[in-house]
């Protein structure tokens, strides 16, 4: 059990990072962003091309982050051109043909086999091997959420919020809509990434079946269900969610159901909660802090 418990914390942290990551845009900026999972994707296919190709480790990042910016650059000229609700269905089918390019493109990617085999980190301080990485993942969680925090209580994070909420007002007094956007995807495409190089030497495993539409919504309910603008409470979303998801296989024993009931129970408790916290709690558990104090 208490390997179980560390490894259930273990990924809560990587989500916890894709939180953040999704709150900077959608909770802070308004942009609705439903292709998370393009960037995420990214990373695990950065770290993965570095050992197919039999490029040293650490390449994995910076080919990640390349391709995490470029993927963001993309996203964020799309906006230009189009609504925020236009711009959040185009961003998900990207997202979708990213998946079917991994799934279909052998050569590179290894296909629907994807990418097995990439060095499992701290693998050789076994048994300490799994609180090795939970404490190198909860690290990088706090630095992240050191970063982003640093980032809303700017200037910058004001222009922000002010194009989240006045976007015209904002243009009237001089901000660049579109710099903002750029920056706010740029930044949070490198943060997406960095948690799916993390995710893939987890793994040990890439695969196009990580990029699916499903995994962006869970990180959209991770944001609703813990606070939207408030990266503590994405934080404790994501912990919550993930904690959840990981019991319901015990739930399904309990009560002898088949083994189909999980990936439906996971689906339903996803959806579930974001109608549920969008309906009654809009704010979610922890509301966003008004009036905090920005640094000049």
């Known amino acids: 059990m ?42 695990i296919y950065g770290a993965g091309f570095a050992h197919r190709f039999g490029l040293p480790v ?52 290894g296909g629907a086999q994807g990418i097995s085999g990439l060095p499992l980190l701290f693998a050789n301080l076994r048994p300490w ?47 660049d809509i579109d710099q903002i956007r750029m920056r706010v995807m740029l930044i949070s495409s490198l943060i997406a990434a960095l948690a799916g190089v993390l995710y893939a030497h987890y793994l040990t495993f890439v695969g196009p079946e990580q990029m699916v539409v499903p995994e962006t919504f869970l990180i959209w309910s991770m944001v609703i269900l813990g606070g939207m603008a408030n990266n503590k409470g994405v934080i404790a979303g994501a912990f919550a969610m993930q904690f959840m998801m990981a019991y319901i296989p015990f739930v399904k ?22 109608l549920v916290f969008l309906l009654l709690r809009p704010q979610g558990i922890f509301p966003e802090r008004i009036g905090e104090r920005h640094e000049r």
């Open 2 to 43: 208490f390997d179980f418990l560390i490894h259930v914390a273990t990924i809560a942290c990587l989500y916890g990072i894709l939180a953040l990551s999704l709150n900077l845009q959608v909770g802070f900026t308004g942009l609705m962003n439903f292709g998370l999972i393009a960037m995420f994707g990214c990373g």
């Open 129 to 175: 091997d799994g609180i090795a990485r939970l404490a190198l993942f909860a690290l990088i969680l706090a630095a992240i959420w050191w970063l982003c925090s640093r980032i809303v209580r700017s200037p910058f994070g004001l222009s922000m919020k002010l194009m989240r909420e006045e976007p015209q007002l904002a243009r009237s007094l001089g901000y």
């Open 58 to 109: 650490v390449m994995g990042l910076p080919i990640a982050l390349v391709m995490a910016g470029l993927v963001g650059a993309f996203f964020s000229r799309l906006g230009r051109r189009l609504s925020s609700d236009y711009w959040g269905i185009a961003t998900l089918s990207i997202a979708e043909i990213c998946r079917i390019f991994a799934n279909n493109l052998e050569t590179v990617t």
């Open 253 to 274: 024993d309990y009560f002898q159901l088949p083994s189909d009931f999980v990936a439906a129970a996971r689906l339903i408790l996803t959806g579930g909660l974001i």
